[in-house]
């Protein structure tokens, strides 16, 4: 059996495809993409394979995408950390799904499912409605703040979030720093506003600062693996990319 992985994850990407060898090691991956790009030019070039493990976001977009831009008649495992919306809509297409983290126990009945209805999929030429599919994630997304109230002395003022640089604690008070180099404080926490910020334009850098990708002026090697990053406006304390954060930091950076 034949099976194509398309995860973003590298990691994610090594520790699925060890597990389904460790299930069956006459399973063969024939590959592991990252992306909307790769998947389509893979499957336009390959033979189809007999399974697809499929992961919802991938590095440049919706996996669902690829079904509408090709036909592909494969039948899907889906692996998703977001149960909330997602596996309601697999189930409507009567689709299998692995919850992220995946363990061994799921991969086996995951595939053991997979092997029951095999035969009765290829009879029928089952076909998932992946626009469904994709307008139910899509419906579903999170939504990420626009701007924050502050508020200095008497005066109240309206701050859009792509004019804020990064955010700074300092003691027990945390200041929006904006291209202009404002400084005002609001009423969160630095794990507050790494939740309620974009994380494809703001990264906890570390326990001072949630830096936006836009400021970033550069970055230098630092000791043990570490990097320091310089911001714009200037950071007012130096800020250095700890060693557990490095590898998020640069996928962030890469994404």
Do not use: C
């Given at each position: ?249 640069r996928q962030w950076l890469d994404r």
């Open positions: 059996m034949d099976v194509l992985i398309i995860e973003d994850e590298e990691i994610a990407a090594e520790k699925l495809a060890m597990l389904i060898e460790r299930y069956d090691p006459g399973i063969r991956i024939v590959g592991a993409l990252d992306s909307v790009k790769n998947a389509l030019r893979w499957l336009s070039v390959n033979p189809r394979p007999d399974l697809l493990f499929l992961d919802i976001y991938l590095s440049d977009g919706l996996s669902f995408e690829i079904f509408q831009k090709m036909e592909v008649n494969v039948p899907v495992i889906f692996t998703t950390a977001y149960n909330e919306y997602a596996i309601k809509a697999f189930e409507l297409n009567s689709i299998d799904y692995l919850l992220k983290p995946i363990r061994p126990d799921d991969i086996r009945k995951s595939l053991d499912k997979f092997k029951a209805v095999r035969q009765e999929y290829t009879r029928h030429s089952q076909r998932i409605d992946y626009e469904q599919l994709l307008n139910a994630v899509v419906s579903r997304q999170k939504t990420y703040k626009e701007r924050f109230m502050v508020r200095v002395g008497e005066k109240i003022s309206s701050i859009p979030t792509e004019q804020i640089a990064y955010f700074y604690a300092v003691e027990k008070l945390v200041l929006l720093v904006t291209h202009e180099n404002r400084q005002l404080p609001v009423d969160y926490t630095l794990e507050e506003l790494a939740d309620l910020l974009d994380p494809r334009l703001f990264f906890r850098a570390n326990r001072q600062y949630v830096i936006n990708i836009r400021a970033i002026e550069g970055m230098y090697a630092y000791s043990n693996s570490r990097i320091r990053v310089t911001l714009r406006p200037k950071e007012p304390k130096e800020l250095v990319i700890s060693n557990e954060k490095v590898g998020p930091f």
